[in-house]
């Protein structure tokens, strides 16, 4: 469930556009951390029972621990288990860095996972959104839901994900609803999307992501693995 009305009162001294969370601490919901574990199905309708979202020393990038997502197959269905944080404040703009380290085991195909999702509560939930794409869901995209302009996909010399290894994530968006939004996205260091033009809706800003299995629609059995997250209004260094 979402933040308890107790703790409303302190919203405004808690919205900040730096956060970080390397899971050394686990995965309780604070004001100042996650504040929901998504375990759901399409339309937020109550997911498998077996989802699950958990700090796990199974793989780790740094420390002792790191974000384990779980979702089992599901052939009826997309199945979500992700981290929710809210209270983030990008307007049209603004920055928005992000940066984690994901380690995705197996070969199976993932086509249609989507491992982060930015948002806009206003509009109930559109925004970006991190996704596999390709015959074996091989390449990273940059989704956008309606009204949040074109989509951004790697379309020349696309460079594989790989799988059973830890693997850097780092995503930058110049936020607008016009032509002048800049999309860039690095894999490992390497520059895999530099993209211009429209990234968000009108009238709004984005408040809130989504980190995990944001939704899993390949209908297969996975595991996510999530270390070291960071986001910003900011450049993050590597």
Request: aromatic residues 10%; contains cysteine; proline residues 5%.
């Given at each position: ?36 574990h ?15 979202v958990e ?6 990038h740094g ?5 384990k ?6 052939l ?13 404040f990008?307007?049209p ?13 197996g070969?199976e195909?993932i ?28 390449y990273?995209?940059l989704?956008?839901?309606?009204s ?21 994530i780092?995503?930058?968006l110049?936020?607008?609803?016009a ?31 989504e ?9 297969k059995?996975?595991?996510?693995y999530?270390?070291d ?9 590597d």
């Amino acid at each position: 469930s979402d933040v308890c009305s107790s703790d409303l009162d302190e919203l405004t001294v808690i919205r900040t556009n730096q956060f970080a969370d390397d899971f050394e601490h686990g995965v309780e919901r604070r004001i100042d951390g996650w504040h929901q574990h998504m375990k759901l199905a399409s339309d937020s309708n109550p997911g498998n029972s077996a989802n699950s979202v958990e700090a796990s020393t199974q793989q780790v990038h740094g420390g002792n621990y790191a974000l384990k997502t779980y979702t089992p197959k599901d052939l009826r269905d997309l199945q979500k288990a992700a981290l929710l944080r809210e209270l983030f404040f990008f307007p049209p703009g603004s920055d928005f860095w992000f940066s984690a380290w994901f380690y995705i085991p197996g070969t199976e195909s993932i086509e249609n996972l989507f491992i982060l999702d930015l948002e806009s509560t206003r509009y109930h939930g559109v925004g970006r959104r991190l996704m596999f794409t390709g015959k074996n869901g091989d390449y990273l995209m940059l989704e956008g839901k309606r009204s949040t302009g074109p989509q951004y996909t790697q379309t020349v010399s696309p460079v594989p994900f790989p799988r059973n290894r830890w693997v850097h994530i780092k995503l930058h968006l110049h936020l607008s609803n016009a032509v002048n939004g800049r999309v860039e996205l690095w894999q490992d260091g390497t520059l895999i999307l530099d993209k211009r033009g429209q990234n968000m809706p009108r009238n709004t800003f984005y408040d809130r992501i989504e980190v995990g299995q944001t939704a899993n629609s390949t209908h297969k059995e996975l595991t996510v693995y999530v270390d070291d997250v960071q986001i910003s209004d900011k450049p993050i260094e590597d």
